[in-house]
């Protein structure tokens, strides 16, 4: 009688996943979290950061700027790397980076050295960004459990901006402005201790090299044209030098198209941006981030100038639109994606957050956050949880393993472009809208009372209304933006369930009977 044939030994690619792949998500989190806050935790410490410092008007949009500029254009590169070197090793360098610029910038001694320690962390932020995302997406690449890892993603993606302002209320009205900065270190050595016990990964050894040219122009259009949206709201989108910037951005990026065809090893892939669903992915986030920016900004402006909250209670009444965001994030989109195609969650998703955002419009200088503020961050925040998420898992899913940490850069990317610009873009027209608004009813208000001059109450309570108007105008083009992600949403994303990332073909086995 023949023995049975022994049983085959189950193949290394087979391996069961990482019983602690749950504790690596959290330290992505943490790390995520603190990349994404840092770019609105220092917003509200402002003030007092240009009062303590001696920061003239002119420069204090230096503090924002530096880090959107370094970040926002450094992100394909970090991206690039990530794929390189690999990508627990960027993410450890970006996080030891971020730390040590936060603490330089928490003991800014005068406004230069605050403004580089900004600008350090940005760069270290575009190290650390695109390696989250890519381990992330490396690390959850099936069924069920990559929705619920994407759904914890999307929320950080999200709402880590309005917890920014939260955070950055509390500490500089209990502790310091300083503090908003010095906060990073000991969440990043918390990150750290974390990496090293739970992230893993191995360097794809594909013999690629760095694109030089592709980062030059690549990186170079990216900074030309966040600083020409960073710069348009003082100078005006007229100006010769947002124009040449803007357009000079534009040439950068065309060219460094045109060369990603030609290069031996592409800075960005084009059969990244090529895929429908992803390229669909891509223009819809940079849309949709558009309209929450301008949220943020103006009612930021809207319950500190108008109705006179406080740094903290303006940060936590961003509560709603976070717990909102988590909601539409872990609990819808993370339990119906493996389930229904992205397009619809990403469509009624972006149409529940331009309703919210059209709420807005109605506004007026009198006090409305239950009747106004309140519907709209719920509503802006369910929506944007059920665009977020499918996002990034759709435009993360079916890449190979040495393409994440670019394909994860070019994400990041689209958002930052598209905060930029919607911030340039909204602050403009409510500027302009504001300035109308004022000059015509202070100009009705002078015929109406003669050479008796206008009394300052009367005056005051005019430009009070006049800045209210503009915020209601851009917030109303904000959400017809938002309108437009939804479209882009419902006629270029059309594939199903994400797929898992392309794995490496499986060895063959031979048969020992042969």
Not at 177 to 182: A, G, H, S, V
Not at 333 to 341: I, M, W
Not at 346 to 351: S, W
Not at 473 to 501: Q, T, Y
Request: proline letters at 6%; a positive charge; charged letters at 10%.
């Amino acid at each position: 009688m023949s023995k049975a044939a022994a049983p085959r030994p189950a193949p290394s690619w087979a391996a069961p996943p990482d019983p602690r792949r749950w504790w690596a998500l959290v330290v992505i989190a943490i790390a995520q979290l603190m990349v994404v806050l840092d770019a609105t935790i220092v917003n509200i410490a402002l003030p007092s950061a240009q009062r303590d410092l001696g920061i003239s008007d002119a420069n204090r949009q230096w503090v924002i700027t530096a880090y959107t500029l370094a970040f926002g254009g450094l992100l394909l590169l970090g991206g690039r790397i990530s794929d390189l070197v690999g990508r627990k090793r960027t993410f450890v360098v970006g996080l030891v980076g971020f730390a040590v610029a936060s603490g330089l910038g928490g003991a800014a001694s005068g406004p230069e050295l605050l403004f580089g320690a900004r600008a350090l962390q940005g760069a270290f932020a575009a190290l650390l960004a695109p390696a989250a995302l890519s381990l992330l997406t490396t690390t959850f690449t099936v069924g069920k459990e990559r929705s619920k890892a994407f759904g914890i993603y999307g929320a950080i993606a999200g709402g880590g901006a309005a917890i920014g302002f939260i955070a950055g209320g509390l500490l500089t009205e209990y502790l310091s402005w300083r503090w908003c900065l010095y906060v990073n270190v000991p969440v990043a050595v918390l990150a750290l201790a974390g990496a090293a016990v739970f992230l893993q990964d191995k360097r794809e050894r594909g013999g690629a090299r760095l694109d030089v040219p592709g980062v030059l122009l690549g990186c170079g259009g990216l900074v030309a044209i966040v600083y020409g949206c960073s710069e348009a709201q003082p100078r005006g989108w007229g100006d010769g030098r947002i124009v040449g910037l803007l357009v000079g951005g534009l040439a950068l990026l065309a060219l460094f198209g045109w060369w990603q065809t030609r290069a031996r090893y592409p800075l960005l892939p084009l059969r990244i941006v090529r895929d429908r669903n992803r390229g669909g992915a891509f223009l819809t986030i940079g849309l949709a981030v558009i309209g929450m920016f301008g949220m943020f900004l103006f009612m930021t402006y809207y319950l500190q100038t108008v109705l006179g909250y406080s740094p903290v209670r303006t940060g936590l009444a961003f509560l709603p639109l976070v717990a909102a965001i988590v909601v539409g994030s872990t609990q819808i989109s993370a339990r119906l994606l493996h389930r229904l195609a992205p397009r619809r969650l990403m469509v009624p998703g972006a149409l529940l957050a331009a309703v919210g955002l059209y709420t807005l419009t109605y506004l007026t200088a009198r006090p409305a956050y239950v009747s106004h503020v309140l519907p709209a961050e719920l509503l802006v925040g369910l929506g944007m949880g059920l665009v977020f998420m499918p996002v990034m898992a759709t435009a993360t899913s079916g890449v190979a393993p040495q393409d994440s940490g670019v394909t994860s850069a070019t994400v990041n990317t689209a958002q930052q472009v598209g905060g930029s610009l919607g911030t340039a873009l909204l602050n403009t027209i409510a500027t302009s809208t504001s300035a109308t608004y004022i000059a015509a009813h202070l100009a009705d208000a002078a015929r109406r009372v003669g050479d008796q001059g206008i009394p300052p109450a009367v005056r005051s309570g005019i430009v009070r209304d006049g800045v209210v108007d503009g915020f209601a105008v851009a917030i109303g083009a904000g959400s017809a933006i938002m309108l437009l992600a939804a479209v882009v949403a419902g006629l270029m994303v059309n594939g199903r369930a994400p797929k898992p990332p392309v794995a490496a073909p499986a060895p063959r086995i031979p048969d020992a009977r042969q």
